[in-house]
Every structure is written in structure tokens, then in C-alpha cells.
């Protein structure tokens, strides 16, 4: 047993007989978690995914080289096929987009089974990637957070470990991954990353990356601390008064707006605590609504706030005006 494959399973993530569902391109990371997945849970428990997005011309060759790979393994694969990327926007959002998808249909398809986990190849340097792509787009607090270990029924077993770990993993078991081209072009912001502000961290401190891994493992423990703090002031409810909420210091504040609006449209609400403040001052007497980003509305009502998703206007083309008593 290799130290990846002992740290993998202590870590619990991937259990003998758990069913789970691994989303595979074929690349390295993907390649040695599909192999971890059998060698832990089991092939009987592994199903594997494969989306064949047909933006590469190398699509099909990977997709062949997926099938061989998941026969000799004995996983069985499933291929999805999408309609084709949107005309307009971000392509690499849609992709990710119909991957998960694809995994949440193929995880309910085995209704007769335990709960199926879903199981995604990021490694430590996705880690890094990710926390400086939030930084520098989003000035919140989950872009320090980065990816956690599991996410509902999302797993990343792989988290703890660099690229050049899965790749060493995969010589040492004689496994062939496949080059994702695409990963050399730098008209992806998260390739600029890889290909510049990576290299040049790393120029400035040898041990840039595993600091920023650190810092996110630190901050991930602190934030477990202050969702109690949420919970606590919360008790529960999908609503808060707003002399409670006045009460709080302003951190906790945003922390709490922050958690009603994410429940109330299902997601992480955007941009959403930075007008935690805006919130607070809406009026005690009468209703009085506030349209925030990220699709959600905040109205006060006899003292009282909660959250929901911002309707439409009447024509359908977007949200209502913001409103007073």
C-alpha cells in the first residue's frame, strides 16, 4: 500500500463497499482517484463518469482512452454527451455545470443503494489556483476558505496532495492519463495562474504554496467556530428580528445575512454580507423590502427579517424595485 493510497483511506472519505460516483476526464488527477476509489470502496461500489464535451479534437481519443481504462479497472463508465456549449459566457462555467449534472443524475439512479457519494480529483494545487482566482474576483470571505474535503455529497479525497503526487501515484501503479491541451492556453484565467502567479509566489518563497494550503486549513477550522455562532443566534429559525440582529457585532452581522440569504435561494449569494448593514436598518414599523445581489430580497416585516429569492417584474425581465412602507 503506497502512503497516498494509507492517507486516502484514513482519511474516510472513500469506504470499502460506499458507493460513490468519480467524475473522470482521463487526466492524471482523475486517473489516480478512480484507481484509489477501486482499491478502497471496491469496483462493485464505483461507478465512473466521463463528460465528452467535444471542445477538444482530442475528445474522442479520450473518451476511448477513458472506456479502456475504466474495462481494466472493471468500473463501469458512463459517457454524457452534452448539447453543446451556451453561444455567450463563461464555457468553462457551463462545463462544470453539466459535469455536476451529470454526477447528481447518475448518483440518484442507484436509489436502491446507500447514499452515493461524488467524488472530484482536486488536489492541493487546484487549492492554491482556486483561493488566488476568489482573491482576486471576489473580495469575500470564502475565497480564503477554498475548497473543503466534502461538500454535501461531494468529496475530494485528493485535497491533501499536489499534482506531482497524483502523478507519481499513477507511474508507481503503471496507470496512463491523457494531457489536457487546453490547460497550455492562457486565455483561461485559472491557466494564467498556473502559468504565472504560481511560478511567481514560488519564486518569492519556495513554500508559497503549501502556505496558502495552511492558511485555508486554519481559516476552514475558524469558520467551523463561527458558524456555531451563527446557529446559536439563529436557533434554528429562517428569520431574525432586527434589534437581535442590530445586537451583533458587525462580523457577525454579515455572517448571518449571509447565511439567510444562502438558504434562501439554495446557493452562496454573492456579494450578499457587504450590505449586511443595509439589512440592519430597515425599518421596525411596517414592511420594507431591500433588493440584494445575487437574486435575493430582504424584507422586514413587524420587526422581523427574512429572506427570499427577489420575484421577477411583471414583464419577467428581471427583479422589482427596491421598496418602503
Known amino acids: 500500500m503506497t502512503e497516498l493510497e494509507r492517507q486516502v483511506a484514513a482519511d474516510g472519505l472513500l469506504r470499502a463497499g460506499r458507493p460513490v460516483v468519480v467524475l473522470y476526464s482521463g487526466g492524471r488527477d482523475s486517473t489516480c482517484l478512480l484507481d484509489l476509489a477501486v482499491t478502497i470502496a471496491g469496483a462493485g461500489a464505483v461507478r465512473a463518469l466521463h463528460v465528452n464535451y467535444g471542445l477538444r479534437g482530442t475528445a474522442a481519443a479520450d473518451e476511448r482512452h477513458c472506456r479502456r481504462t475504466a474495462d481494466a479497472l472493471g468500473v463501469a463508465l458512463t459517457v454524457h454527451l452534452p448539447a453543446g456549449p451556451p453561444e455567450a459566457g463563461n464555457v468553462q462555467a457551463w462545463a462544470r455545470a453539466e459535469r455536476y449534472r451529470a454526477a447528481e443524475r447518475l448518483a440518484r439512479s442507484a436509489a436502491d443503494e446507500p447514499p452515493v457519494d461524488i467524488a472530484a480529483g482536486h488536489t492541493s494545487t487546484d487549492?492554491?489556483?482556486?483561493?488566488?482566482?476568489?482573491?482576486?474576483?471576489?473580495?469575500?470571505?470564502?475565497?480564503?476558505?477554498?475548497?473543503?474535503?466534502?461538500?454535501?455529497?461531494?468529496?475530494?479525497?485528493?485535497?491533501?496532495?499536489?499534482?506531482?503526487?497524483?502523478?507519481?501515484?499513477?507511474?508507481?501503479?503503471?496507470?496512463?492519463?491523457?494531457?489536457?491541451?487546453?490547460?497550455?492556453?492562457?486565455?483561461?484565467?485559472?491557466?494564467?495562474?498556473?502559468?504565472?502567479?504560481?511560478?511567481?509566489?514560488?519564486?518569492?518563497?519556495?513554500?508559497?504554496?503549501?502556505?496558502?494550503?495552511?492558511?485555508?486549513?486554519?481559516?476552514?477550522?475558524?469558520?467551523?467556530?463561527?458558524?456555531?455562532?451563527?446557529?446559536?443566534?439563529?436557533?434554528?429559525?429562517?428569520?431574525?428580528?432586527?434589534?437581535?440582529?442590530?445586537?451583533?457585532?458587525?462580523?457577525?452581522?454579515?455572517?448571518?445575512?449571509?447565511?439567510?440569504?444562502d438558504a434562501a435561494v439554495g446557493r452562496p449569494a454573492a456579494g450578499v454580507a457587504r450590505r449586511a448593514d443595509e439589512v440592519a436598518r430597515l425599518s421596525d414599523a411596517g414592511t420594507a423590502s431591500l433588493d440584494l445581489p445575487s437574486g435575493v430580497r430582504a424584507t422586514a416585516a413587524g420587526g422581523v427579517v427574512r429572506m427570499q429569492r427577489t420575484p421577477p417584474l411583471r414583464d419577467g425581465s428581471g427583479p422589482g424595485p427596491e421598496h418602503g412602507p
Open 127 to 261: 487549492q492554491v489556483e482556486t483561493i488566488l482566482y476568489r482573491l482576486a474576483s471576489s473580495p469575500s470571505r470564502r475565497a480564503l476558505l477554498g475548497m473543503r474535503p466534502r461538500e454535501g455529497p461531494l468529496i475530494r479525497p485528493l485535497l491533501r496532495f499536489t499534482r506531482e503526487q497524483t502523478a507519481e501515484y499513477c507511474r508507481a501503479r503503471g496507470l496512463q492519463w491523457r494531457e489536457d491541451d487546453s490547460n497550455s492556453s492562457e486565455a483561461y484565467a485559472r491557466n494564467r495562474i498556473r502559468r504565472q502567479l504560481v511560478p511567481a509566489l514560488r519564486a518569492i518563497h519556495p513554500a508559497a504554496e503549501d502556505n496558502v494550503v495552511a492558511v485555508a486549513e486554519l481559516l476552514a477550522a475558524e469558520a467551523a467556530v463561527l458558524d456555531e455562532l451563527v446557529d446559536r443566534v439563529l436557533d434554528g429559525r429562517a428569520e431574525i428580528e432586527l434589534k437581535t440582529l442590530r445586537a451583533q457585532p458587525e462580523a457577525l452581522q454579515r455572517l448571518i445575512v449571509q447565511r439567510l440569504a
